[in-house]
């Protein structure tokens, strides 16, 4: 479509089903994140950062063909078994199956982590190299 990709897509392109094929590095799960702390906000002042109450008003899925996993900004967590029941109202119920989709998310969490303030590279006996800087940068 010759239009620039947001920011927020870290998909890959779906062309290839489109061809009638399936690309090559294609994922086996999807993921997304909800974060609803917006809705308390109005709810009186937040003695952030000590107060850590909006920052457990998110959630992270991991969704793939035979389950999944919510995990919740407050360290709860549920698993679904979606290879029995594909409604959301089967739990996963073995331990080791939870374990599994639990590891897969903290995976892909830290492989997606917001790097935004991030980036020094030490390298050299410690000399110290900054990626490229953004365009845009000093124009805000």
């Known amino acids: 479509m010759d239009i620039p990709v947001p920011?927020?897509?870290?998909?890959?392109p779906l062309t290839p089903f489109l061809e009638g094929r399936t690309p090559d590095q294609w994922r086996d799960a999807a993921y997304w994140e909800f974060d609803w702390r917006s809705s308390y906000i109005a709810q009186g002042p937040h003695d952030w950062p000590w107060d850590r109450r909006l920052e457990r008003m998110n959630l992270a899925v991991r969704r793939?063909?035979?389950?999944?996993?919510?995990?919740?900004?407050?360290?709860?967590s549920i698993a679904f078994d979606?290879?029995?029941?594909?409604?959301w109202r089967t739990q996963l119920s073995d331990p080791r199956d939870i374990l599994r989709e639990a590891q897969a998310m903290l995976t892909w969490r830290a492989q997606?982590?917001?790097r935004t303030m991030t980036g020094m590279l030490v390298e050299n006996g410690g000399i110290g190299r900054w990626p490229p800087m953004p365009k845009d940068w000093g124009n805000q």
């Open 82 to 87: 979606l290879a029995a029941d594909p409604s």
């Open 64 to 76: 793939s063909e035979k389950a999944a996993y919510v995990h919740f900004g407050d360290g709860s």
């Open 7 to 12: 920011t927020q897509c870290d998909g890959f």
């Open 112 to 114: 997606h982590t917001d």
